[in-house]
């Protein structure tokens, strides 16, 4: 199938896109990467009249660190936050994470803002940026707000950015202290396919050296990122555990996945579980490793 016609436009600045966008009579929408919007208006599920594309906004094309959070501009690719060896210092989850997000090409084209605006419940940017409780910053003609991660996802691809706005950048918490570690892990049909099941973990060190607490947020098993406290089931327990059983029990208990055309309901539950207990083990590792240097 072809999309409907639409108009075009191709703003030089942030305040020109903004104008654009506000139009009256018009739905408009934001044209980042394409990767996700362009496929969805060929099959006819989306049909804006007029694409505002952000391309040439060059001031909102960067990935820098400071005052605490790793800040990714909306025109900044996948692949240039994997790249960001300033990123990656300050906050491993992402480059962990954006490692599976689909195949080399898309992550070229594909930016992180994008992805997470997109909000798509198997995407893994959404779902790192719930496990860190980073905020999503967004400009309109009425001005500036923050949205936090937990109040960002709404269900399945729907977002808090409303009609009119431009989300301008993400701000991802960087690892917060010495004994903090990230860890993801995801199972998908093939390397770079949506995953079936995924979960990024944080999880930290208490001061006598075991388990003080973790969080975890899952994708592909609700309508949008799914975050569970593992606190209860890991804190006191030995950081070099291989195995992590009560917190796989936690995710099979609380996590409420359905069935669908890739898998069943208690196999995606299932593999929840064990996800979790990779990802913690992986977690766990760079905790220990950041408190010993
Ligand atoms: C074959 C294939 C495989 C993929 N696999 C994965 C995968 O495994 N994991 C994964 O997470 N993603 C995957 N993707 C999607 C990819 O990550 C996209 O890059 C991402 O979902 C959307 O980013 P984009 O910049 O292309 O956004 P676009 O497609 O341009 O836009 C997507 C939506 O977000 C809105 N939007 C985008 N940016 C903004 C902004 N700054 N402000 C306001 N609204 C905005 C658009 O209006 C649109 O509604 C895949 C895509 C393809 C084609």
């Known amino acids: 199938m072809k999309p409907r016609p639409?108009?075009?436009?191709?703003p030089e600045s942030v305040a020109e896109a903004l104008a654009a966008l506000a139009a009256p009579d018009v739905?408009?929408?934001?044209?980042?990467?394409?990767?996700?919007?362009?496929?969805l208006?060929?099959?006819r599920l989306a049909w804006p009249d007029l694409l505002v594309d952000i391309n040439r906004l060059t001031?909102?094309?960067?990935?820098?660190?400071?005052?605490?959070?790793v800040r990714v501009g909306a025109v900044a690719r996948h692949?240039?936050?994997?790249?960001s060896p300033a990123a990656a210092a300050a906050q491993p989850l992402l480059r962990k994470a954006l490692?599976?997000?689909?195949?080399?090409?898309?992550?070229?084209?594909?930016?992180?803002?994008?992805?997470i605006v997109h909000a798509d419940p198997a995407g893994e940017m959404p779902a790192v940026l719930a496990v860190l409780a980073g905020t999503v910053c967004v400009a309109s003609l009425a001005g500036l707000r923050s949205i936090p991660a937990e109040d960002f996802f709404l269900g399945p691809l729907e977002s808090a950015?409303?009609?009119?706005?431009?989300?301008?950048?993400?701000r991802f918490p960087v690892l917060a202290g010495p004994a903090v570690g990230t860890g993801f892990a995801e199972v998908s049909r093939r390397r770079g396919d949506y995953a079936v099941c995924g979960v990024a973990v944080t999880a930290w060190l208490a001061p006598d050296g075991r388990i003080g607490g973790g969080k975890a947020a899952y994708l592909s098993v609700g309508p949008s990122p799914v975050v569970l406290d593992l606190t209860e089931a890991v804190a006191g327990a030995a950081a070099d555990a291989v195995s992590f059983p009560a917190a796989a029990s936690l995710a099979r208990a609380r996590l409420e996945p359905r069935s669908d055309l890739h898998a069943?309901?208690?196999?995606?539950?299932q593999l929840a579980a064990v996800l979790t207990e990779r990802a913690l083990v992986e977690a766990l590792a760079e905790a220990r490793e950041t408190a010993a240097a």
């Open 27 to 39: 739905e408009a929408k934001v044209l980042a990467g394409g990767q996700s919007l362009v496929p």
């Open 79 to 83: 692949a240039e936050v994997l790249a």
């Open 59 to 69: 001031e909102l094309s960067y990935v820098m660190v400071t005052d605490g959070y």
């Open 264 to 269: 069943t309901a208690g196999y995606r539950r």
């Open 99 to 115: 490692r599976f997000v689909a195949h080399p090409a898309i992550r070229n084209r594909g930016t992180t803002v994008g992805s």
């Open 6 to 10: 639409f108009g075009y436009t191709r």
């Open 41 to 43: 208006m060929s099959i």
């Open 161 to 170: 950015v409303q009609p009119g706005e431009i989300a301008t950048e993400v």
